[in-house]
Structures are given as C-alpha cells and as structure tokens.
C-alpha cells in the first residue's frame, strides 16, 4: 500500500523560479517546504511477513538526488550567505549539496574518498560540483577539506551532518513521521554521522511526538553503539571499511550527539551480511532499490527478530544510490567491502 505520492507538491516549475536576483535573493529561492519531495510510505505485505513485524518503509529514494541528504543539503546551502561551499562525502550529501547550489547559484567543492562508488563520483560532477577525490589512507577527508578552506577563505566549509542547518533540514522527515495515524512504535533510521537520526528526533520532539527512535549502525563502524555506553563521543581508528558506505564515519557529530546520548532509545550493531541481506529483501519483497546504507534498518529487523516481532515499526530507507556492479554483487551474493 503506498499512503503518499513521492512528490505532492508541484515541482514542474520553470527554471526561472530558481534564478537568483541582485536585489533580493532568499525571495527569489524555493523554501525546503516547498521543494522537498514527501518521503514515499509503502506497506509491503510479503515483507512484513518475512520480518515478522508490521513494516512500513519511509523511502527517502524517490527524494531529489535520491538520498535524504537533499533536505540538509538545501537547507543548509540556502540559509549560509557563502557563495562557494566545500564539504566532504561519500557520496549521496555531495550529490546533494551540488545539486542544491546549483539550484542556488553557488558553487561546491566536494572531497570524496577514491574508492567512493563511480555512479556517486559521477553524479556529483554531473550536478556541476567540483570534486576533490583523495586516498583516506594518506590523508584524511578532514585535513583535505582544511587545505582547501585555506585556499578558499570565502568558502563556507559544511560538514555533511554535523550542523544545525543539516539536522534542521533532516528535521523536516520528522515531522512528515509524526503525522501518520496511528502512530509507530518505533522508528528505526540508519546511523553515520548521527545528521539523520538527530534530524528526525527533533522533528518528532518539534510535532508533539514521543515515537521512540532506533538506529541502525553497520557493527564494523559501531562508533555510536560505542559512544551510548561509554556516555561520549568514541571515535574510530580508521574509516570502517563496511559495505554501507555511508555510514563510514569517524565519529558522530557533536551537535548531533547532544541530542542522540538522551533522544535515541538504542542502536543496533548491524553485521555486513545481514545488511547485504536487508539489501536483497527490499529488492525481493519490496521490489525496491536500496543501497546498503539505507538497507539499515531492515538488517536491524533481521539482527534483533525477537524485539521487533509483532510491532509496528517504520523503517527509514535513507536512499538508493548505489553501483550497478555493486548491486549486482550484493544481489547475487558476491559482496565484499569496497
């Protein structure tokens, strides 16, 4: 059952709704309200029965660039007075925020690791970003990043989940979870840098509502697991090296961690074979696109059957941005980290 179209509101505007004028720019610019795509709501029964609970997927693939990243990118792009932005991804949050500058007129630079999936490199470029790509093994994305703030002084340096802007766009998925009636018992997103489920904890606190949040962490890269039971912020050795790409953060943020050590009701600590798995279901008995990131969730499901059995939940799928080749690895069952 699909509750909402992917895209309610109008978005076949002219492409001068997006120009920018001299004289008042933020007027000349679409709100996040009223360029963001509502997230698709789907009710799979053959999945549920699977999973043994009442799943609902919250599809954030069918979003601009197909990641949820859209919200905070063009949040955050259309609220900072910079007109050159330089951040760092994996991907999906530089597709994002190239995308969002150029709807804005701004320029990004984006540093990606090498070995970041081609279809996310090319995708970033195709959106007229710069991309910065580097060897995460000889110097890190941050220090990279530092280097060009250095030689770019007029640029506003973003991370692509530890700001305010960011969670407050993320906010707007919140929001959109807290009407659905009857509510869900849980909500379970996935957990990188925390941009997502920080996000959608405030929007449910900003609507009234009290649905618990779950996150869903690959165990490779379990650096927020870590941090809820030492009660502060654990940070990796190295980049974790798992299958869900998007989640290979250092650490979680700092603004997103002031709200995640109360807000977040746990994480569970996803295996690299039951997010392949995940990522297989969705496409079986959902007959949806996922990568492994936004596979999360349901490889939570398959973690830990025995909470989740009999209870509605709803299951954020963050976004579909992955390879042909690497998909069809995961499908087939030859995946490996990358």
């Known amino acids: 059952m699909i509750y909402q179209n992917a895209c309610p509101t109008d978005l076949r505007m002219s492409h001068a709704f997006y120009t920018i004028t001299s004289m008042n720019p933020i007027l000349s610019q679409p709100t996040l309200a009223e360029i963001v795509r509502s997230t698709t709501l789907l009710e799979m029964a053959r999945l549920s029965e699977r999973l043994g609970a009442q799943v609902t997927l919250a599809s954030e693939t069918f979003q601009h660039t197909g990641s949820f990243k859209f919200r905070a990118a063009y949040n955050l792009a259309r609220n900072v007075p910079h007109n050159k932005i330089i951040t760092a991804s994996s991907g999906n949050y530089g597709q994002a925020l190239a995308y969002a500058c150029q709807l804005l007129g701004k320029q990004a630079i984006v540093v990606m690791p090498q070995n970041s999936a081609q279809v996310k490199i090319d995708a970033v470029r195709e959106y007229g970003a710069q991309v910065d790509l580097i060897d995460v093994n000889v110097v890190s994305r941050a220090a990279r990043v530092a280097q060009l703030a250095q030689e770019h002084p007029d640029a506003y340096v973003a991370s692509a989940y530890d700001d305010p802007l960011v969670i407050q766009g993320n906010a707007s998925l919140g929001v959109e979870l807290a009407r659905v009636t009857p509510a869900f018992e849980f909500i379970l997103a996935p957990v990188g840098g925390g941009g997502l489920s920080s996000g959608i904890i405030s929007g449910l606190r900003a609507s009234g509502s009290a649905t618990p949040v779950i996150g869903a962490e690959p165990l490779l890269g379990n650096d927020a697991a870590r941090s809820l039971r030492a009660g502060e912020i654990v940070v990796n050795a190295r980049e974790p090296q798992t299958i869900a790409d998007g989640a290979r953060t250092m650490s979680i943020g700092k603004h997103n961690w002031a709200i995640l050590r109360d807000g977040i009701h746990s994480i569970v600590e996803v295996p690299e074979e039951q997010i392949a798995q995940a990522v297989r279901w969705l496409f079986t008995y959902a007959n949806l696109k996922a990568e492994p990131t936004g596979a999360l969730p349901i490889g939570a499901l398959l973690t830990q059957p ?30 490996s980290t990358i």
């Open 306 to 335: 025995e909470f989740f059995r009999g209870r509605r939940v709803c299951c954020v799928i963050s976004g579909g941005n992955v390879g042909a080749g690497v998909y069809a690895k995961i499908l087939t069952g030859v995946h």
